[in-house]
């Protein structure tokens, strides 16, 4: 019996598009996991192979390359791709975050630059807010991007960069004014082939999610173009950035509650194979209640994620219900995760169990995003 009720927002359309996201996400990403872990980083060619089968920016208007549908595809992309059991690919913030920011922010010529090109996999986008002194406090950014003539100068440091070492247009926050707060910020599109100063730094050695590229990056002097600026005028990137975040929030509550589910499912599974003491692990009443409460847990969570997903398709989920979601749900799969964890024993602590992974991926959710004692602050505002 499935864990949790078909969402209220699903049709016959996104079933049969669910078939094309799990045949790519089993024959594509679940194979690899080792092989991607070992070079932390996933194949290149993955985002051709995406694009090709039209897997990138699913929620992208066609006219600009997308795929012409809605979050409620992205949503499912990002199911099937925790049913595989994937941490590495970033196609969340590439599809997810970096085309809407383009598509949502952008000029017209910068749409039809940049779009069609993220589709296809041509290019790997990345965004760039995180640096060594300031991740939360987003205002404080040091990157600077000065006017020189018909280009900015920018200068700067960013890390924990998702898809760092590919990325090859990348949304930097950066202060157009750094004499300002918030109203200083602008986002400026780096596109890397061939940018004079920039570097890129090392994959950062993660306790988890081992195949994704999250590096350091490093801008010198870097000339960029005033084509370049997100949506052509400066000062705007906060604005930015607070009508974006909800979407983002939501992306990582999504993978939340798909990998919730993933660990429950094996789990249960586990436990009925496993025996001790002459009978199933399953049968032990603590094994039984612990995995009841876990699944009341997933309900639950898929119960408020399906109202914020419909919320979103609508164009009404607020920041206030995206924090909400977002903590709630990150919160409750790293408990789940623990809880299923203890359920395998020792072998829940071996690298080539997935819920060890499904361990180790669950903590770092608390943290990116928006750390959830950022999100608790932003709906104590509205109280
Ligand atoms: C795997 C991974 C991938 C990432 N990907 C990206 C990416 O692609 N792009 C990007 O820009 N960044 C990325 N990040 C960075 C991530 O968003 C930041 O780590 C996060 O926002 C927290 O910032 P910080 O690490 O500087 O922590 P800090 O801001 O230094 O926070 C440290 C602690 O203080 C707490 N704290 C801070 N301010 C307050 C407050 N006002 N009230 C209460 N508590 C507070 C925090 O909650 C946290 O517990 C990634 C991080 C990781 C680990």
């Not at 078939?19 to 872990?37: D, I, T, V, Y």
């Not at 609508?314 to 709630?328: C, H, I, N, R, S």
Request: charged share 25%; hydrophobic share 40%.
């Amino acid at each position: 019996m499935p864990l949790t009720q078909r969402s209220s927002w699903l049709d016959p359309d996104l079933d049969s598009f669910r078939e094309l996201a799990h045949s790519f996400c089993q024959k594509e990403l679940a194979p690899n996991h080792e092989r991607w872990s070992a070079a932390k980083q996933v194949d290149r060619e993955l985002w051709r192979k995406a694009g090709e089968v039209g897997l990138l920016c699913l929620s992208i208007p066609e006219e600009h390359g997308g795929g012409g549908g809605t979050f409620a595809h992205e949503a499912i992309l990002l199911e099937e791709q925790a049913r595989a059991g994937d941490d590495a690919w970033g196609n969340a913030v590439h599809s997810g975050i970096v085309a809407h920011y383009v598509s949502s922010c952008g000029t017209e010529d910068q749409k039809k630059r940049w779009l069609p090109r993220l589709a296809s996999g041509d290019l790997v986008g990345a965004i760039a807010m995180t640096e060594p002194g300031t991740g939360s406090d987003l205002q404080n950014v040091k990157a600077k991007a000065i006017r020189d003539g018909d280009h900015y100068v920018l200068n700067g440091t960013k890390t924990f960069i998702t898809n760092g070492s590919q990325a090859e247009l990348i949304i930097v926050v950066a202060k157009t004014d750094p004499g300002e707060a918030a109203k200083g910020v602008s986002l400026v599109m780096v596109e890397t082939e061939g940018a004079e100063g920039f570097r890129r730094g090392r994959v950062l050695d993660k306790i988890g999610m081992h195949g994704q590229d999250t590096s350091e990056l490093f801008f010198d002097d870097v000339r960029v173009p005033i084509e370049n600026l997100l949506g052509g005028v400066e000062g705007q990137g906060f604005i930015h950035l607070m009508q974006q975040l909800p979407q983002e929030r939501l992306i990582i509550a999504v993978s939340a509650v798909a990998a919730m589910e993933g660990a429950v499912e094996q789990t249960i599974q586990y436990t009925k194979e496993r025996t001790a003491f002459g009978r199933e692990i399953f049968n032990f009443q603590n094994t039984r209640f612990k995995l009841a409460e876990a699944a009341t847990e997933v309900a639950v969570c898929k119960a408020y994620l399906d109202q914020c997903i419909e919320r979103h398709l609508k164009g009404e989920l607020d920041v206030t219900g995206a924090a909400m979601v977002k903590w709630w749900t990150t919160d409750r799969l790293s408990r789940v995760a623990d809880e299923c964890l203890q359920l395998f024993g020792g072998y829940g602590y071996m690298n080539e169990y997935p819920i060890a992974r499904a361990w180790t991926s669950a903590r770092v959710q608390r943290i990116f995003g928006g750390t959830n004692e950022i999100m608790k602050e932003i709906i104590s505002r509205t109280l």
